[in-house]
Each structure stands twice: as structure tokens, then as C-alpha cells.
């Protein structure tokens, strides 16, 4: 198969509403139950009411899948989307680091990692932002996917661009930092 | 294994750094639920015996913050903050929108209860079972916002030390207060975000007599399990699609309301509720959305996102940013203060959030002493200064400010509208109490009752006979089950969710949420005719037996400030009151379907009835009943 990439989730960050809906049904589709930590999708919200929707950028060279010394995650050529073989993956971090928008992180109960998979093809967090109107995760599909594809950020410099342009130059002194 | 709930309560004694888990019985939980009914039944097992003696305070006041077993699953996530009140010497349960609960809940924990006073200046961290009292020297007295920075940053850098390689942190919920809860004002908020605030009861001001200044909550783990998941999820499913569906709320939440309140129904507090009525088409909710981002804001599981965020881009306020603000602040920081542009009334709700003040109870004080300068009571000598006309807002921001920091006159309003008149009427041997719209101590929601056409207070005894006195969010009518009594206010404020996503639901519809949750059934018999009519025993009798600085009797103090019983003096509506004897009629009817004698303290037979021998006795040890 060649169609790598053939799926991307594109995302407006300024029109969240941090409802977290997101969250809720990938932790339902994921564990079985509501779990905002072990969600793939995590809303970040480092200054009120931005809220940054942070999940998998599917980078064109998935610097996670090289990093990883367990060969632990590879890329669905259905899909796209990395696909963690949790009985390989030993919870060490490095794809973390590798992703140049830190979006892995560890599951908050078990030693692997987690990353949005895409449903397996049926995202489950855009229909329900689609259903609630708000329109800020939305799948695209085959030939939308190159050109709408953003290179990955971290939940900081986004929330950083973001505040600018929704609240003005200002309101970046009080994105959060550590 | 209780479903929908953590199973455990945090006792934290904040004098002797003693942090334990508690638990409560499966009875207690099935009769009060959480959020405001379980903090009743906390503070009247622990305080009810001396309550009159209590200091709100003081350090034997106990503090709760507490989810329900709707807080996560259910939409629009709340967390229900109680206590005994510094307003109104009762108990009002005071909630706050947010993620706090729910992180609470991740982090196994149903709810905290705060005893004792921290020795100094402190916060609390918790992270799942790490739960640590921290000094929080370093930004007491500081604003709302650079509060926050430092917590968020100081707690995050905790975090990765209990989860190093964890990947990025999700920042934690927090509940905190700005100077004015530091300074122990009776009209402080306990807040959340920007603008988000458990504001009426004035728990701000009891979290600072405590010396603490915030709370951080993270929860790595699930929420506790429910019932029958598949029922509770088709439910959510299908009361989220009614909420899509009420576009209005979702398109203007309530901020659109500082014109119609005023114009269509004149039940809109004006320059101290001199009038309610205004037509200034310059407050429109057009022009308050061309200063909001074009955005739904909202908060866990939320169908409906209400908020919106309004920024200031440019001219003098450059920088000033709120949510909405709702109609509650559009009035009581907008037209009960003479100020009818949409920047300013933005700006003053960003200075209120900033100082840490309960918009409704903190507006209040600022309209009433705006009121006492138009007459001549206070001078600008006596305010330090400050030339305090209608409609000055920059005036009212620093005189808010000096109420946040106790400087001059602050230190007497800081006080509140009652306890403030009080003292005024003292140092200036003038009548000032008749200028305090207050009911039972606490000012009362931007919703005037002389018209009979306000939407969500529209009977005239909605305020005199509730348990929370002001409260707008829990007001009273009949019938005692129907849709506007109080009871149904004390099912969401137990239940701990957001009655804006219940609008369209049945009782029996939220029931069996209820249900699917937690596997107890709940009838509408049960519930209106027992369970909540209990809570409603235990906070009617707090609020009788007050003390130490103020108490309530029933009767004459189960009425309308004075200012409500003269006819509307300006708009179409013009010359519209209250009729006493109507009044009269309705309070009696109520005072019989709840269980309370003529002179409105609980029966004998309705206490026993609903189990509460030991309310009865302490009643009649007081001489009550």
C-alpha cells in the first residue's frame, strides 16, 4: 500500500472551547472509561481560555518511529498514524524527547506510551467536535492531507501563537511556564 | 464500592499540617449526595451543637470543597464550595465551573474539608496520594493572574518530580484567591480561570482567615467507576443533543442580557437598584460581542459552552481580559454603577477577577457606597480621595482595590453591604442600612422582582423564603416540586453539575443519570418529599441559629429589602410592586409545604419525620421551636 498519510486530523486551536469532549471519548474508545490523562488527545489550557487540542502531527519523517530502540512504533500504510506495540514499548521516554511537539506521553497507570492512533481510521474526537459544532479537530482525508499538514509544535508554543492571535500580544506574558 | 464516587474524602487540619483520608457511609452518601447537601450534613454533624458560637472567621469554621457523583460524567463539570457562610451566618453551596472536580476525582478523592488555620501563608498540592502543605508566602498578596503563574509553575515542576519522563504535564486545576479572600472580605470569591468563581457565601474570605491561598489538584487515574456506562453515556448523548440545540445560550450565553433585563423585563439592578429599568442601546449584546473572540468557551464534558472571552485590544484598558462577562457582572459591574459601556464594564470585571472578588456580592458593596456618595453620607474625603460618581469606572476600580487591601474606608466595605451599613450608621449617625440590598446579609442576584417579569426570579418570594437568601441560582417557588423550587437547585448543587445543561430535562430525566451512575434509584417522591427537603431542614435551621454577629429571624427577616417595596419609579413598567398581601399569602403557603410553622422555623413533626431529632432539640434548646 502506498497510501501513507492518507489521514491527517487538522486542527483550528483558536476556535476550542475546552470542553474536553475530545478527551472523553478517546479515553472511552481507549480504556473503557473517562480518563482525560490517558486520553491521546490532551487540551492544554496554559493561559485561560486558549485552549490547545494537542495530539499526534504525523510528521513526514515520524522522528518517534526512528528514536525508538524497542521498534516498539511503527506507521499504519493504511492510515498513517503510529501504532504502538505496547508488549514491546519499555515506557523510556526517548520518543518523547524525539517529537519535536512532545506530544507522546506515558500512560498514567501502565509502563508504555501512548499516541492518537486515529481510531484505526474513524477518529473518534473529530466527530465529536464536528457533532458540538465547534469545529476545531477535523479529519482530512487523502490529497487535503499535504497541504493542510502543520509541522508538530509543543503545547506551549502553540498556546504562545495562539494567545496572540486571539487575545493580542499582551496576553502572551501570562501563557504559563515552568 | 460505591459507583461514582472516589470512595474517600481528604480531611486536611491545616494548624497541625495533619492530612488523613475519611470516609462517610453509604447511607449518608445516598441521603446528601455531595457538593451542597453532604457539606450541610458535614457541618451540622461537626459544628450544629455550637453553631451560633462559630466564627466564620475563625479558625473552628471548617471549609469544603466537593465534587458529586454527576461532577465528570454528567456535562459541564462544577465543584461545589461550602462552609459557614461570613454573609448570611448559614451555609449557602457556592459552585465553581471547571476541571477542578474532576481532577479531584482522577486523583481518588470525592472532596476536601479544610480544619484549623495554617500558620502562615500556605497551599495546598495535591497530585494523586502526594498531597503536601506548601508555603505560599511568596505570592500571597499578589493578583489573581501572577497567582496563578507561580502555582502553575511551582506545582508542575512537583509533578515532574513524582512523574519524571512522563512526557509534558497537562497544567492542574486550581481553586485560589486573589488579595480581597486574603484580606478575609466577606465578599471574596474562591476562583477558577478567569472569572470563574464560587462567589456567593464569600468562602474567599474563609480560605484567607485560613490563611490559604489556593488549592492544586491533578489526578493521573480514571474517573471512578459507574454503574451501567452504556445507559449513562446514551443518556449524555441524548441531553447533549437537546443542548446543541438551544442555540441562543450557546450563540450569547447570558451576555446578552445587560440590555434585555433592563429594557424588556426592568428587573435590572440600576445605580444601586434606584431603578431597574435602562434602555441604553450602547450595552446591546451586539456590542459586547464585537469585543468577544469569535469562539464558544466552556469547560469539561460541556454541551452548551456559554462563555465567551472578551478582550480589550486597544484605548486605555488595552490588555483587559474576562469571560463574557456574564449578565450577573454586566449588572452589578455595569449598570448598577451608572456604567453602560461594554469596555469599561469588561474592565472592571478583569480589576474585580484580579482582586478576587465575588462579582455579584463585590459589585454590590461598590453600588451601595456609589449610592452613599450621590447623598452626601460619604464624602471623597472619606473614600481617600476618590471622586465615586455614576458611572466613574475608574473610580470604582480603586475603590475596589482599597476593599481588596483593607486600605481607609476598604477595611469598613470590606465587609459587605450589611455589616458595612452597620458600622456607617455608627461613625455617621445617618441611616445607611436602607441603602444595603441585601436579604439575610448577602446582596441578591441582578434579578428585581417588581416587575413579576424577570426570567429566572419571577415570584416575589423567590429570595425571602430561600435557604441561600440572595442567591439567584437558588431561589424559591411553588410548587415545591416543580421546576423553579429550590429543591431542584439543591439537586444540581448536590448533584454538583451545571443547571444551564437541565433547562429542557424532566426530573425523572437527571434521576436516572443519577441511576445509571451510581445504581440508586431516585424518585421524584423521594427526593422532593425527603431527601432534599432534609438539606433544606438543616440549612433553614443554620440560618436561624446564625451567630455570632448576626441571626435571622424567620419572620420579619423572610421579607425584601426595603427598596422592593416601593413601586418601579422609571420605564414602561413604571409604578409595577410588590403587593404585600400577596406576598404575605404566598409565604405562608410556602412555609406550609416545606414543614414550617407560622413564624417560618421547622415543624416538630416534619423534623422528626425526616429524622432530625437532633435538629428539633437544639431548636428548642435555643428557644426556636
Redesign the interface.
Given at each position: 500500500m502506498q497510501n501513507v498519510n492518507n489521514l491527517w486530523i487538522k486542527r483550528i486551536y483558536e476556535k476550542c472551547s475546552g470542553c474536553r469532549r475530545c478527551e472523553i471519548t478517546c479515553s472511552l474508545h481507549h480504556e473503557g472509561k473517562i480518563w482525560p490523562e490517558a486520553s491521546r488527545v490532551r487540551v492544554f489550557m496554559l493561559v485561560p481560555g486558549v485552549e490547545i487540542p494537542h495530539l499526534c502531527f504525523q510528521c513526514n519523517d515520524y522522528p518517534c518511529v526512528g528514536g525508538c530502540p524497542e521498534e516498539a512504533l511503527s506507521v499504519d500504510d493504511q492510515t498513517g498514524a503510529i501504532i504502538t506495540d505496547k508488549s514491546k514499548c519499555t515506557a523510556c521516554g526517548i520518543c518523547i524527547n524525539a517529537c519535536p511537539g512532545r506530544v507522546p506521553h506515558l500512560h498514567p497507570q501502565d509502563d508504555h506510551i501512548v499516541i492518537c492512533d486515529l481510531c484505526g481510521g474513524k477518529p473518534k474526537c473529530t466527530a465529536t467536535c464536528q457533532e458540538g459544532k465547534w469545529d476545531t479537530l477535523i479529519l482530512s482525508e487523502s490529497q487535503d492531507v499535504e497541504t493542510e499538514k502543520i509541522p508538530a509544535k509543543t503545547p506551549k508554543e502553540l498556546a504562545h501563537e495562539t494567545a496572540r492571535k486571539i487575545l493580542g500580544e499582551k496576553a502572551t506574558e501570562e501563557v504559563y511556564e515552568w | 464500592m460505591v459507583n461514582g464516587y472516589a470512595g474517600k474524602f481528604l480531611e486536611i487540619d491545616l494548624a497541625n499540617k495533619k492530612i488523613e483520608e475519611i470516609t462517610f457511609s453509604d447511607k449518608i452518601i445516598q441521603d446528601y449526595m455531595g457538593g451542597r447537601g453532604l457539606g450541610v450534613k458535614i457541618l451540622w454533624d461537626r459544628l450544629g451543637n455550637k453553631w451560633e458560637t462559630i466564627d466564620p472567621l475563625g479558625p473552628e469554621n471548617i471549609l469544603l470543597m466537593l465534587t458529586g457523583p454527576f461532577t465528570?460524567?454528567f456535562l459541564g463539570a462544577r465543584t461545589c464550595v461550602t462552609g459557614k457562610s461570613p454573609q448570611g451566618n448559614g451555609i449557602i453551596g457556592s459552585t465553581v465551573g471547571g476541571?477542578f472536580g474532576?481532577e479531584l476525582k482522577?486523583a481518588g478523592y470525592d472532596g476536601i474539608i479544610f480544619t484549623g488555620k495554617a500558620e502562615k501563608p500556605s497551599y495546598v498540592f495535591i497530585c494523586d496520594d502526594n498531597i503536601e502543605i506548601k508555603d505560599a508566602s511568596h505570592i500571597w498578596g499578589k493578583t489573581s493572574?501572577e497567582s496563578?503563574?507561580y502555582l502553575?509553575?511551582d506545582s508542575?515542576?512537583d509533578i515532574k518530580k513524582i512523574?519524571p519522563?512522563?512526557?509534558?504535564f497537562?497544567?492542574p486545576s486550581v481553586l485560589y484567591v486573589g488579595p480581597a479572600g486574603e484580606n478575609k472580605s466577606r465578599v471574596a470569591a474562591v476562583a477558577a480561570?478567569?472569572t470563574h468563581a464560587a462567589g456567593y457565601g464569600g468562602y474567599g474570605g474563609v480560605m484567607g482567615s485560613k490563611n490559604l491561598k489556593a488549592v492544586v489538584v491533578k489526578?493521573?487515574?480514571?474517573?471512578p467507576?459507574v454503574i451501567d456506562?452504556d445507559k449513562m453515556?446514551e443518556l449524555s448523548q441524548e441531553f447533549?443533543d437537546n443542548c446543541?440545540k438551544i442555540e441562543f445560550f450557546?450563540r450569547w450565553g447570558t451576555g446578552s442580557g445587560g440590555y434585555t433585563f433592563g429594557a424588556d423585563s426592568s428587573s435590572e439592578p440600576v445605580r444601586n437598584w434606584q431603578e431597574e429599568w435602562h434602555n441604553e442601546e450602547s450595552y446591546k449584546g451586539e456590542e459586547f460581542d464585537k469585543l468577544w473572540?469569535k469562539?464558544?468557551?466552556?469547560?469539561?464534558?460541556?454541551?452548551v459552552?456559554c462563555l465567551k472571552?472578551a478582550?480589550l485590544?486597544d484605548g486605555k484598558y488595552?490588555?483587559a481580559?474576562c469571560?463574557n462577562p456574564d449578565y450577573e457582572l454586566e449588572a452589578f459591574l455595569g449598570t448598577n454603577l451608572g456604567i453602560f459601556s461594554p469596555e469599561q464594564n469588561i474592565y472592571l470585571s478583569y480589576i474585580i477577577e484580579e482582586l478576587g472578588f465575588c462579582g455579584i456580592q463585590g459589585g454590590a458593596i461598590l453600588g451601595f457606597t456609589g449610592e452613599l456618595f450621590q447623598r452626601g453620607i460619604i464624602s471623597k474625603e472619606d473614600l481617600g480621595g476618590i471622586d465615586l460618581e455614576w458611572g466613574n469606572v475608574d473610580a470604582f476600580a480603586e475603590l475596589a482595590r482599597k476593599i481588596a487591601f483593607r486600605e481607609g474606608i476598604g477595611d469598613v466595605l470590606a465587609e459587605g453591604i450589611y455589616r458595612a451599613a452597620l458600622k456607617l450608621e455608627e461613625m455617621k449617625e445617618k441611616e445607611v442600612l436602607k441603602y444595603a440590598i441585601h436579604l439575610k446579609g448577602m446582596a441578591i442576584g441582578a434579578h428585581g422582582l417588581r416587575s413579576g417579569k424577570d426570567l429566572v426570579t419571577p415570584t416575589s418570594i423567590g429570595y425571602s423564603v430561600s435557604v441561600q437568601a440572595g442567591d439567584h441560582t437558588s431561589s424559591a417557588a411553588l410548587p415545591i416540586d416543580g421546576r423553579g423550587s429550590e429543591l431542584r437547585s439543591i439537586m444540581s448543587d448536590s448533584g454538583v453539575y451545571c443547571n444551564f445543561t437541565t433547562f429542557t430535562l424532566a426530573f425523572a430525566q437527571i434521576a436516572s443519570f443519577y441511576q445509571a451512575v451510581t445504581g440508586w434509584e431516585l424518585t421524584k417522591e423521594r427526593w422532593f418529599g425527603e431527601k432534599a427537603l432534609r438539606i433544606l431542614q438543616l440549612q433553614r435551621t443554620v440560618s436561624l441559629l446564625g451567630g455570632p454577629d448576626a441571626e435571622w429571624r424567620s419572620k420579619q427577616d423572610d421579607t425584601l429589602p426595603s427598596r422592593f417595596w416601593e413601586p418601579l419609579p422609571s420605564g414602561p413598567l413604571k409604578g409595577e410592586s410588590i403587593d404585600r398581601n400577596t406576598f404575605e399569602k404566598l409565604k405562608s403557603e410556602y412555609y406550609t409545604a416545606v414543614g414550617w410553622n407560622e413564624e417560618g422555623v421547622p415543624t416538630s413533626e416534619i423534623l422528626q419525620k425526616l429524622d432530625l431529632k437532633d435538629v428539633e432539640s437544639k431548636l428548642k434548646k435555643e428557644g426556636l421551636l
Open positions: - | 465528570g460524567y476541571e474532576v482522577c493572574r496563578m503563574r502553575i509553575k508542575i515542576n512523574h519522563n512522563y512526557g509534558e497537562k497544567e480561570k478567569y489526578g493521573f487515574g480514571p474517573l467507576d456506562q453515556l447533549s446543541f450557546r473572540v469562539k464558544y468557551w466552556g469547560d469539561f464534558g460541556c454541551p459552552t472571552l478582550v485590544r488595552d490588555g481580559i469571560d
